[in-house]
């Protein structure tokens, strides 16, 4: 295998239930050359007692005294302290199989021009798990891309990369500014991250073995707990327009500027994070088409509300369901055109 020398970063803030089973799956794997810096996060639990059982060399423990918004500031830390030419990063809740090095070696291996690697991995609930959004469509073959590439991944709203399957070179992450961890930046940071180190690196590389597995049944995850309408990468995007003068890279990033809006809005929908005041008033600023989207995300958010809330509804059939839903959309119609 190539000489590949990994530094990975885990920030740890009040994980303890769930740090050592991170760590352990870290230790495990079949290509051993790699350090293990876990960032206590100014932890109130025992993760930083569990993180000082493992006897091993390849573990370090940092430590800052404030938490930093979404881990941010930790990861960074991080990434500057460490040692090696490639960072892989993974949560203190999630895990990785003993392959997930391994398999990014032999990705390197393969394809040598790419700064940036990336692998499919598994969505875990307790009911039971399934690949993610980007792996569905993406065949069972490797391949490797470039920056444009990357950019209509995105407008398709399937980021091919996650926290815990993103690997970037260190000089990479670290010319582009690595993790937005300035206060009040508390989720989307990641996203920002990939799409900035990105344009520095311009070609990475997927491969379909999904060796990591992302949890979501975690509480406290920042993904579900923050409300936060706007983030970010949408800054970054909108910087990155104003200074780009290719037509094509222009056309692309309008496109992403609309995909990463959505995106935002939707999940806000979603969790009931976003009122009707504020989903009418982006008809200013994205296409009717995706109001419409994020309309229909918030209406289904608030049907399951009220059928949680009213016994009647949860005992309705297919068709009363459907005839509710239908009034339901009248209704948003009606609104839409009295504006």
Known sequence: MADMKFSVVIPLHDKEPYVARAIESVLAQTHADFELIVVDDASTDRGPEIVRSFDDPRVRLLRRDVPGPGGYAARNLGIREA??????????????????????????????????????????????????????????????????????TVTDGKWPFWT????????DLL??????????????GDLDCWFRTMRVA??????PEAN???????????????????????DTVDALLAETADTEERELLERCRVACALDVL??????????????????????????ARVAAKRLEADCRAVRRSIPLLGRMGRRGWLAFLFLCACAVVAALSLR
């Open 175 to 188: 010319a582009s500014g690595a993790f937005p961890d300035r206060e009040g930046c508390r989720k989307g």
């Open 83 to 152: 040692r090696n030419e490639w960072i892989a990063f993974l949560d203190a809740d999630d895990l990785w199989k003993p392959d997930f090095l391994a398999e990014n070696v032999r990705l390197h291996e393969r394809f040598p021009e790419a700064r940036a690697l990336c692998s499919a991995f598994v969505d875990k609930w307790p009911g039971g798990e399934r690949p993610n959004r980007f792996s569905i469509g993406a065949g069972r073959e490797s391949f490797c891309r470039g920056w444009t590439d990357f950019l209509r």
């Open 164 to 171: 815990g399957v993103a690997v970037f070179r260190r000089e």
């Open 212 to 234: 990591a597995v992302y949890f979501r049944d975690v509480p406290g995850q920042v993904t579900r707990a923050v409300k936060q309408n706007r983030r970010p990468v949408q």
């Open 266 to 291: 939707a999940d806000a929908a979603v969790r009931r994070h976003l009122s009707w005041r504020e989903i009418f008033a982006e008809r200013k600023n994205l296409p009717a088409s995706a109001v």
């Open 202 to 207: 311009r070609v990475w590389a997927w491969s």
